[in-house]
């Protein structure tokens, strides 16, 4: 990475779904799972893809919207959200995969010193789970994932935490995502944002405010360069 390390942000916080890790067939298998349990349709991988990015129980309350036509099934919500959670845990990475350059921008951020960070809607024990069988949890020094406490992405709460937790300033820090709710979480927290266009995201990323917008990894250790505000 020709990047010059003085110029890299203090921190570089990542979205895992769609921006880390292609974590669809995964979450899919684990949705269509819970569905047939409860006697639902299954849904298409590619239908899934449009219903990722904003936690567990909304992707559960658009799979019963899709497959009822409309209809919520409100009673069954809570039965369905609790099956998918536990086939999700119980195979968290059997298809997942870290995008093209993921793995090598990571080892070069770490050796040259950038605090790295997860900031990701998915719960945080399956988070845990996907991050493990990938190898790449030594790599950050925070994590946070859906949990009981804090309210999702966009919401900036889950951002600042790891923030926080790496002692990284959000002026000098960079959130990597796929999406509107990296957008949002980023820009309430106050730190720089690049979007990566190979992720689940249905919106124009054009048009979410990013500091750069990228195909892929080849070209984030520039942007990162680009986007790094510099300390006074």
Request: charge should be negative; proline fraction near 6%.
């Amino acid at each position: 990475m020709a990047a010059n390390s003085q110029r890299l942000p203090q921190a570089v916080v990542f979205d895992l779904d769609g921006t880390l890790a292609d974590s669809l067939p995964d979450i899919a298998a684990a949705l269509n799972s819970a569905l047939a349990e409860a006697g639902m349709a299954q849904l298409a991988e590619q239908t899934v893809r449009t219903m990722v990015g904003n936690g567990s129980e909304i992707l559960v309350e658009r799979a019963i919207r899709e497959v009822g036509r409309g209809r919520t099934h409100a009673d069954a919500a809570a039965d369905i959200h609790a099956s998918f959670l536990a086939a999700y845990d119980r195979a968290p990475c059997v298809h997942t995969r870290l995008y093209p350059g993921a793995r090598h921008v990571l080892d070069a951020l770490a050796a040259q010193g950038v605090r790295l960070g997860v900031c990701t809607n998915k719960p945080q024990q399956i988070t845990a789970g996907v991050l493990d069988k990938l190898g790449i949890t030594p790599l950050f020094g925070s994590v946070v994932g859906g949990n009981a406490t804090d309210p999702l992405k966009p919401a900036p709460v889950m951002l600042r935490r790891v923030l926080q937790e790496l002692a990284a300033e959000p002026k000098l820090s960079v959130m990597v995502g796929d999406s509107g709710a990296d957008a949002g979480a980023a820009r309430a927290a106050g730190t720089a944002l690049i979007l990566l266009q190979h992720g689940y995201c249905q919106d124009d990323l054009a048009d979410l405010g990013a500091d750069a917008v990228l195909p892929g990894f080849a070209g984030l250790p520039d942007a990162l360069v680009r986007v790094t505000r510099q300390p006074a």
